[in-house]
């Protein structure tokens, strides 16, 4: 096994502490077993060379410019979530951020907060409920890192419509570049607080993270401001019970409903007008076959074999959950005389939720950003796919194409049946109309088809450049640069000297951005061999 | 070939322009920053006249500074700063060149004003997100690359909004298309397939929009931008509260901003809110808080109705009170003035002739301190105090605001006001006020605060306009081409 040098490993102890730095074999597996959306047949990822675990950000620039000294590349780990959130090959350093866990500030009247990468959101979103905020929870769950899916990551929440999207959500950051240097973007780099994340001058949150984040390949960001949002329900609800038996306290001004639509374009006309009607706080598609396969996914196997459940179950597979919230009675009556308005006029189905058995569960899941989750449930495992954000009218345009393709990898027993469609995601920010739909496959990997899978992957990036839908999660694999960049305004090359500038050492781990301009041009010509 | 020649073969010759006055009209802006003379104002057509004349620019070594807006050009940031610079006038490519209802977006050339986009967007029962009465001729592209603040604080998400994606050439003479513009597909065929490009973010890991906001021209040249648009009410209401102090209005416009009930909302004082309105201030209360309620294409009166009754009950708990008329002056009428551009004398000007704006970024909630010091400031320098304008815009659903001071002023106090604006803008700045937008004198002493980011920005730089073609001198970056 590869180890680290013994002068790197003592220099780390002097920094560190000894207690802090480890290369022992059995803990390097912890992070090298990343079953989230990772194909492959195996659960596992790239063992580290070592992992340490930083307190400050000092301490992190000082790991880095050791990095640089003995030619070691490094990769952040906040909550580390998803394959990315581990070494993309062999001989890297995990860098930890768990010992840096604090939430540094919760600013009530400015509605934000600053937090410290191991801060999970059910933490932050915790704290923020008491003084009636909440935060933005991506779909991967409350155990995810608030910072991480702010700063370095991607991944949509199913509140957007009222917490929008967490790369919008940055406010100031702390960034430990990859050059060893510390750098604080926005009002913070200027002594003036955290509340503001553009400026002096151009805007460097557009360097450092776009639609997709780095995924620890430009350093480690060591603080942020996140957006907070109002939340009307109760600050410290009273929760019996775990999951599927969950009740939780709810006040009458929150209400829970299921809208369906018979087709997926009445789907998009409903979500315009209820999105530019300026009602509800959360809104998120439910296709009824993903909704049996996370709550019930044993029963759902023997449902989709009836044709005529299989028939019903497919009449509802433009379903939704939105839900309607405020400090206000008069507020939550008119939203939903509106709401019944819309659904009238757009010929859907509304079922309200608030009046069964399952609310109390329902309404807990929905605002804990609890269902990707389930989504382990069926197989084991599942991956994602399409989901660029776009325009709803284009999100819905990716459900229907994906699953007519997602269907034949059902048919050969490559992913679960799920009636081809958990094609989940709904508009963001209010009245924006834009949006996503991302798709995801169940499957269980001991069946050893990751060939097929990463087949259907690639079909399902062939058909978002065919049908013009964007660049989302199906064009974000390792490698995709080689095909989109010189389709796309050779956006590779402005990353790669984004890369070049930025860590001229190539200490940070690359796999998920693009390499040096320097690279880039060797790697293109082996290509074309 | 000689420069002018080859500017020509690029524009044509009647679209170059030399003559003594339109030139001496770049030298300096209203706030007193003076530099070099042009050598010369280009009108580009087109994408490719722009690209040709940055390439040309990197192979002569000449500054180009981009100016969009029409007439007196107010911040510094079109001043060149080094000598035989062109400026690339581009208030002729001024054609709106989409507009999407049903995703609430529209595509504007750099030449489109907010008086042209206003109306074609009412017109199919849309509105903009504007800066509080823009100024006559003023470019919406060059409002949204300067990163204004909007009046509407419950619409901006986040500091880009409402710009969306852009088509430039970056310095080095390259073209790109920002966000989702990027493609797959060319825009008729993304049109085609539902998208209006409304999503700064990507492609991948940039969003080079948010880098070429607040750039000040310095790192390319923006050929179109897409907006994000709101729906027109159907029916809206203005009010106005008004206090000596701002300490019950201030917690009162927080709990407004959490509730997300007003539209536009924002708070002035007398001496702005008499200028705008054009009264007289000694019948205004010190401040007053403006906001405005509507109702939407669904139940509009209920929605007004829902909303008032919220306020009301809100406004009792804190102890003001929202009226539709105050000492003559009627809110709605007040709120129309301001959600539209500005006539032909800039509103700011019509009190003395003259203003100078001070602002930064800071939170609604030390916003007193500020004016505090503004007011001994301009007592010290014997000013009167009612030269002194404020206007706080909250930004971000409240996260933060916009405090802006204009110092007006009449002929015989142009020194006076000279003095105060440098004063005041490093007491400002020392206190932690955020100056997001380093304009003119503010940027050697805003980034002297900020070395890394200067370092940053510098890389930044290197990698978009390598030669230092664009806007030379401007921001952190050195004059030298």
Redesign the interface.
């Known amino acids: 096994m590869e180890k680290l040098s013994k002068e790197m490993y003592k220099e780390l102890e002097n920094v560190l502490g000894k207690e802090n730095v480890s290369q022992e074999p059995a803990l390097l597996d912890g992070y090298a077993w990343q079953p989230a959306l990772n194909v492959t047949n195996q659960k596992w990822i790239s063992r580290p060379i070592a992992a340490v675990l930083p307190k400050t950000p000092e301490e992190v620039q000082k790991i880095i410019k050791l990095c640089i000294k003995y030619n070691v590349k490094m990769k952040p780990h906040s909550t580390g979530w998803a394959a990315w959130g581990g070494p993309s090959e062999d001989g890297m350093l995990m860098v930890d951020l768990r010992r840096m866990n604090r939430i540094i500030e919760l600013n009530e009247k400015d509605k934000y907060a600053v937090v410290e990468p191991y801060v999970c959101c059910s933490q932050l979103q915790a704290e923020a409920m008491k003084k009636g905020l909440t935060c933005h929870i991506i779909g991967a769950g409350p155990n995810t890192s608030a910072l991480a899916s702010a700063t370095a990551a991607w991944g949509y929440g199913g509140s957007g419509l009222s917490t929008g999207f967490s790369g919008r959500n940055l406010l100031g950051v702390e960034w430990v570049m990859p050059d060893g240097e510390i750098l604080r973007i926005g009002s913070p780099g200027c002594d003036s607080g955290w509340f503001s994340g553009d400026g002096p001058g151009p805007g460097l949150r557009g360097i450092m993270r776009g639609f997709a984040g780095t995924q620890g390949s430009l350093g480690v960001f060591t603080k942020c401001a996140v957006k907070l949002f109002p939340y009307y329900a109760i600050k410290e609800p009273k929760v019996k019970g775990v999951l599927y038996n969950v009740r939780a306290e709810v006040t009458k001004t929150e209400k829970l409903f299921a809208v369906v639509a018979p087709s997926f374009k009445t789907y998009a006309d409903f979500t315009y007008k209820f999105g530019t009607s300026e009602i509800g706080h959360t809104i998120q598609r439910a296709p009824f076959g993903a909704f049996l396969h996370t709550m019930v996914p044993r029963a759902t196997e023997k449902f989709t074999g009836n044709k005529s459940l299989r028939a019903m179950g497919k009449a509802f597979q433009n379903m939704g959950m939105l839900s309607l919230s405020s400090e206000s009675e008069r507020e939550v009556e008119f939203q939903e005389k509106v709401l019944r308005e819309i659904v009238r006029e757009t010929r859907c189905i509304l079922i309200d939720i608030s009046k069964t058995p399952a609310f109390k569960f329902l309404w807990m899941m929905n605002h804990r950003s609890i269902p990707t989750a389930l989504t382990f449930r069926a197989g084991g495992d599942f991956t994602t796919s399409y989901g660029s954000p776009v325009e709803y009218d284009n999100a819905m345009l990716q459900a229907k194409v994906a699953q007519k393709v997602k269907q034949k990898y059902i048919d050969n027993d490559v992913f679960f049946d799920d009636f081809s469609d958990i094609g989940w995601g709904a508009i963001n920010e209010g009245t924006a109309t834009w949006g996503h739909c991302e798709i995801a496959a169940m499957y269980d990997r001991r069946d050893g088809k990751a060939d097929e899978r990463f087949q259907y992957l690639a079909e399902s990036a062939e058909t978002t450049v065919e049908y013009k839908m964007g660049v989302g999660l199906s064009n974000q694999a390792p490698g995709a640069w080689k095909i989109y960049g010189p389709q796309l305004y050779n956006y590779h090359l402005w990353q790669a000297r984004i890369k070049k500038e930025f860590d001229p050492h190539l200490i940070g781990d690359e796999e998920f951005y693009v390499p040096s301009i320097d690279e880039i041009d060797e790697i293109m010509a082996e290509e074309k061999k | 070939m000689g420069k002018m020649e080859d500017l020509a073969n690029i524009v044509g010759k009647e679209h170059i322009k030399t003559d003594k006055e339109i030139l001496e009209s770049f030298k300096t802006s209203l706030n007193f920053i003076s530099g070099e003379v042009p050598e010369c104002v280009v009108e580009p057509q087109n994408l490719e006249d722009v690209q040709n004349l940055v390439r040309l620019a990197n192979e002569k070594g000449f500054g180009l500074i981009p100016c969009s807006s029409k007439g007196n050009h107010i911040k510094g940031d079109t001043v060149p700063s080094v000598s035989g610079a062109v400026i690339v006038d581009l208030s002729t490519m001024n054609k709106i060149i989409r507009i999407d209802k049903?995703?609430?977006v529209a595509m504007v050339e750099p030449g489109v004003t907010f008086e042209e986009l206003q109306a074609e967007v009412e017109e199919q029962g849309l509105r903009i997100e504007m800066p509080m009465l823009p100024r006559n001729g003023k470019s919406v592209l060059a409002s949204l690359l300067d990163?204004e603040p909007t009046t509407c604080p419950?619409?901006n998400?986040?500091?880009?909004d409402p710009l969306c994606c852009l088509e430039l050439i970056f310095g080095t003479g390259?073209?790109?298309?920002t966000g989702?513009a990027?493609?797959?597909?060319t825009l008729e065929?993304?049109w085609?397939?539902?998208?209006?490009q409304?999503?700064s973010?990507?492609?991948?890991?940039?969003?080079?929009?948010?880098?070429?906001?607040?750039?000040?021209g310095?790192?390319g040249i923006a050929t179109w931008a897409t907006i994000?648009l709101?729906?027109k009410p159907k029916i809206r209401q203005g009010y106005i509260v008004g206090g000596e102090t701002m300490d019950a209005l201030i917690p009162f416009v927080?709990k407004m901003l959490?509730?997300?009930l007003p539209d536009v909302c924002l708070i002035l004082n007398r001496v702005d809110l008499a200028a705008i309105y054009g009264c007289d201030q000694k019948d205004l209360p010190a401040w007053s808080v403006v906001y405005s309620i509507s109702g939407?294409?669904?139940?509009p009166e209920?929605?007004l109705s829902?909303?008032r009754?919220?306020i009301e009950e809100l406004a009792e708990k804190f102890q003001v009170k929202p009226v539709q008329h105050l000492n003559g002056i009627s809110a709605d009428k007040l709120v129309d003035i301001i959600t539209k551009p500005c006539g032909e004398t800039y509103w700011k000007h019509k009190p003395k002739g003259g203003c100078l704006d001070l602002f930064f970024?800071?939170?609604?909630?030390k916003t007193p301190e500020f004016i505090t010091i503004l007011e001994n400031e301009v007592e010290e320098q014997g000013l009167p105090k009612e030269n002194l304008g404020v206007y706080i815009q909250p930004i971000?659903?409240?996260?933060?605001c916009h405090l802006e001071f204009n110092l007006m002023y009449g002929p015989k106090q142009k020194t006076k006001a000279k003095a105060l604006f440098g004063s005041a803008s490093q007491k400002c700045?020392d206190m932690?006020?955020?100056?997001?937008?380093?304009h003119g004198s503010w940027?050697d002493m805003?980034?002297k605060?900020?070395p890394?980011?200067v370092?940053?920005?510098k890389?930044?730089k290197?990698?978009f306009d390598p030669k230092g073609i664009m806007n030379p001198g401007k921001?952190?970056f050195g004059k030298e081409v």
């Open positions: 049903r995703n609430k990163r419950k619409y998400w986040d500091a880009i390259d073209m790109f298309r989702n990027v493609g797959p597909g065929e993304q085609a397939a539902g998208q209006a409304k999503v973010m990507g492609p991948a890991q940039t969003e080079l929009s948010r880098v070429i906001q607040g750039s000040q310095t790192m994000k709101e729906q927080y959490w509730r997300k939407l294409e669904y139940l209920e929605r829902y909303i009754k919220d970024l800071t939170s609604l909630e971000r659903h409240g996260t933060g700045l932690g006020g955020f100056f997001s937008r380093p940027a805003v980034y605060k900020c890394d980011t370092r940053v920005l890389k930044v290197h990698i921001l952190c």
